[in-house]
């Protein structure tokens, strides 16, 4: 048996926690984001010899909706998943997808090449490849101090 070990898992329970409280105080009603609530995404970041790999659950997401920041030392995705709207005539029984505005940053764990920095989205899943920074040697010089100066 294979077990993954995934290092955000305790702040994606707190963040669950959170939400159920939450539920909990408006009465167990689901409701659609407020205007300028912001949701989060869920993410897996791994990394290989020569890439961090980040990836980001967005169903229902375009592209064109999509903001990519690279920064020195984090990731910040933002965006706007659009509302589909249920047909004329009709009211939901039950409403559990998110929509509206998302922003999730993901602290990137080790230096990177900004400008090999590639994205890909495909079947509702952000894929975001970054290369890392070739590691670099410098010999630095030892000079002697002189005592009383």
């Not at 048996?1 to 009603?29: D, F, N, Q, Y």
């Not at 940053?105 to 290369?131: F, M, S």
């Not at 590691?135 to 101090?145: F, G, P, Q, Y």
Request: proline content about 7%; cysteine-free; aromatic content about 4%.
């Amino acid at each position: 048996m294979v077990r993954r070990i995934k290092p955000i898992s305790r702040l994606r329970r707190a963040e669950t926690r959170v939400r159920s409280l939450a539920l909990a105080r408006r009465g167990g009603e689901r409701r659609l984001p407020a205007p300028g609530e912001l949701t989060g995404p869920a993410v897996d970041v791994y990394e290989t010899g020569t890439e961090f790999i980040i990836e980001m659950e967005l169903p229902g997401v375009e592209g064109r909706d999509l903001k990519v920041l690279l920064f020195s030392s984090r990731l910040e995705v933002s965006g706007f998943k659009q509302e589909l709207g249920a047909p004329a005539g009709s009211s939901y029984m039950r409403l559990e997808r998110e929509f509206g505005a998302f922003r999730r940053e993901v602290v990137v764990p080790g230096p990177v090449d900004p400008d090999q920095a590639a994205a890909a989205l495909e079947n509702g899943v952000l894929t975001i490849v970054l290369k890392k920074a070739p590691r670099t040697r410098r010999d630095v010089e030892i000079k002697a101090r002189r005592d009383g100066g």
